[in-house]
Every structure is written in C-alpha cells, then in structure tokens.
C-alpha cells in the first residue's frame, strides 16, 4: 500500500511539473510565461563589486559597476575565476547613482540615472569610446555628458512611490533608450535619446506592464534581440527576464515573452548583458543577509533557433 501511495505521489508530482513547464500566454499584453528556466550559477562576486549593478561584455572580459555611493570606476572581470582584473576610473566623472552601463560597439555609456525619490532634474549618461579601455592595466579616461530629464516628468517632489526611477539602459545603431522602474504601477515606460553628448528630454516611446520593477537591459545588435530583467514588486524579490524580438526604434512589440525563474526567490537581480550568440550573463548584488552578489549564465539559443525557424515558416 505504501509502494502505491509513493508511486502516485510521484506521478502526481510529475504531473504538476509538466504542466507548470507548458507555456501560458497573458491575454492583457501578449507574453509567453515560462516559470521554470533555471539559469546556471557562474561565480559568487567578489566583495569589491558587492553592489553590480550593470553589465558590458568586452575582449573577453565582463565588465561592471556599483551603484549610488560606488566610486566612479568600471571593473573589469575574468570570466574563469570572475575576479576584478582590471578597473576604469571615469576621470571626470561622479557616481551619484549609477544604475546601468551598455555599449553600441564604439561607445560605452553609463547611465548615472538613479532616481529614488523622484526628484532628480538633472539626470545624466557619461560616454566615452570603447578603444579607451586598454588591453590590460588600469586607466583613466575623460568622459562626455548627456544630461537630461523625463519629458513627461512635471512633479520633482521628493516621495517615495512614483514611476520616474530608471535602472535599464541600451543602445541601438541610432539611439539610446531607457527603461524606467515602475514602483508606483509595475508598469514601464521606454524614452528615447540622441547618443550626442548636451541636454536632451528622454522622450516616451512607448510603454508595457512589466508586472514588476526592471533593473537592467541589454540589446543584441546582430539578432535584433531585448534582453530585460527584473524582479516582481514585493519583498520577495522574484526575478524574470524578458526576451523581446524584433525590437524596434518604434518598440513595438514590447513583452512578448517573460521568464520567470522560481528557483532564485530572493536574488536582486541587477544587471544583464549578451556575452556571446544568444547567452546573457546576469549579475544580482548582495541582497540583505540571503545572498551574497553573484553571477548568472542564461543560454537563449534555442529559443532565437525555434524563432528564427518560425518565422521562416
């Protein structure tokens, strides 16, 4: 009796683990849920970049940066042993809130762009060319600025609940964008900006409900492919990922296919970057006394391989 109670335990259990693997699609914006994609763990992160919080893949190296209060440094890891080896000082530059970093292929930006409390006027993205970053050794480099501000942001009160924070950035050939972090609605919005150094208004693109706070983004030029990732709007932090396909400069087609990654309640997931076809790394930072910072492998060939295939079809 015993063996039968087990046996249909198991099978029970089986069961449910199918059909939490089949895909569920959201009537209200068109994404594909998959709640069971588990990430390899590469590497817990190194003390002095306790605090990553985005990502850029270069000669082999990924690079990265604290946030608010961090010196104005980019730190360049070993992808073996995932140790600080290298280590860019922004000369010129003031790490009041730096919140991602991205790169078109020539440029590396850094989106100083935090905005906690709503009331940041002057927000600003320092740029430099990426042939500044030398082979090996530390550097120093002069950087440029883009300053701007929210062109829908009328309110500079400070207050803790609003939807004007950012902590997503990535280039296209064209332009910049930002994703903005939703803690009023857990919805985002996308702006768009000129990658020319002045003053600019990010100006709305467009926008989704992203069902929850987005931290960072990358953009793979060659598979025309959005890599977003994030965490639900909770204590929990539970994070996701979405892959959006096709974007465009219009971003149209915003959200349309969310992973969720039950297996890593708890991880503050922060920055994320492609490294190779289809593969992301993604960092978190250390999360109160749960988890120390560390980072993560994502492999998406298969999936750009299936929708490469179906589109053809």
Same mark, same amino acid.
């Given at each position: &009796?015993?063996? /039968? @109670?087990?046996? &249909?335990?198991?099978?029970?259990?089986?069961?449910?683990?199918?059909?939490?693997?089949?895909?569920?699609?959201?009537?209200?914006?068109?994404?594909?849920?998959?709640?069971?994609?588990?990430?390899?763990?590469?590497?817990?992160? #190194?003390?002095?970049?306790?605090?990553? +919080?985005?990502?850029?893949?270069?000669?082999? $190296?990924?690079? =990265?940066?604290?946030?608010?209060? !961090?010196?104005? @440094?980019?730190?360049?890891?070993?992808?073996?042993?995932?140790?600080?080896?290298?280590?860019?000082?922004?000369?010129?530059?003031?790490?009041?809130?730096?919140?991602?970093?991205?790169?078109?292929?020539?440029?590396?930006?850094?989106?100083?762009? !935090?905005?906690?409390?709503?009331?940041?006027?002057?927000?600003? @993205?320092? &740029?430099?060319?990426?042939?500044?970053?030398?082979?090996?050794?530390?550097?120093?480099?002069?950087?440029?600025?883009?300053?701007?501000?929210?062109?829908?942001?009328?309110?500079?009160?400070?207050?803790?609940?609003?939807?004007?924070?950012?902590?997503?950035? *990535?280039?296209?050939?064209?332009?910049?964008?930002?994703? +903005?972090?939703?803690?009023? =609605?857990?919805?985002?919005?996308?702006?768009?900006?000129?990658?020319?150094?002045?003053?600019? &208004?990010?100006?709305?693109?467009?926008?989704?409900? +992203?069902?929850?706070?987005?931290?960072?983004?990358?953009?793979?030029?060659?598979?025309?492919?959005?890599?977003?990732?994030?965490?639900?709007?909770?204590?929990?932090?539970?994070? *996701?990922?979405?892959?959006?396909?096709?974007?465009?400069?219009?971003? $149209?087609?915003?959200?349309?296919?969310?992973? /969720?990654?039950?297996?890593?309640?708890?991880?503050?997931?922060?920055? @994320?970057?492609?490294?190779?076809?289809?593969?992301? *790394?993604?960092?978190?930072?250390?999360?109160?006394?749960?988890? #120390? #910072?560390?980072?993560?492998?994502?492999?998406?060939?298969?999936?750009? /391989?299936?929708?490469?295939?179906?589109?053809?079809?």
């Amino acid at each position: &009796m015993r063996q /039968e @109670i087990t046996t &249909m335990k198991k099978s029970f259990l089986l069961v449910l683990a199918f059909l939490a693997a089949i895909p569920l699609f959201s009537q209200e914006d068109n994404a594909r849920l998959v709640p069971l994609f588990i990430p390899t763990v590469k590497a817990e992160l #190194p003390k002095e970049v306790c605090e990553t +919080s985005g990502l850029f893949f270069y000669k082999g $190296r990924l690079w =990265t940066h604290n946030d608010s209060g !961090g010196k104005p @440094i980019l730190y360049g890891l070993d992808t073996v042993t995932f140790q600080v080896v290298q280590r860019i000082t922004l000369a010129n530059g003031k790490n009041k809130d730096w919140e991602d970093v991205c790169t078109d292929g020539t440029t590396v930006f850094v989106g100083d762009m !935090g905005n906690n409390k709503g009331s940041r006027n002057h927000l600003r @993205i320092y &740029m430099f060319p990426l042939s500044d970053i030398p082979d090996e050794g530390d550097a120093s480099v002069k950087v440029d600025s883009i300053v701007f501000r929210f062109a829908d942001q009328i309110n500079f009160e400070k207050r803790k609940v609003h939807d004007f924070d950012c902590e997503a950035l *990535f280039a296209t050939e064209q332009h910049l964008y930002l994703l +903005s972090k939703g803690w009023a =609605t857990g919805t985002t919005r996308l702006y768009r900006l000129p990658k020319t150094p002045g003053e600019h &208004m990010a100006d709305v693109v467009n926008s989704f409900d +992203s069902k929850g706070l987005v931290t960072g983004a990358d953009y793979d030029l060659e598979n025309h492919l959005l890599a977003v990732v994030g965490y639900a709007k909770n204590k929990a932090y539970e994070p *996701f990922i979405y892959l959006i396909f096709d974007f465009d400069e219009h971003g $149209r087609n915003l959200a349309n296919c969310r992973y /969720e990654l039950p297996s890593n309640v708890g991880t503050q997931t922060e920055g @994320i970057c492609f490294y190779d076809k289809g593969r992301c *790394f993604v960092s978190a930072e250390v999360s109160s006394k749960v988890h #120390p #910072p560390r980072v993560f492998e994502f492999d998406f060939r298969k999936l750009i /391989e299936q929708y490469v295939k179906s589109k053809a079809q």
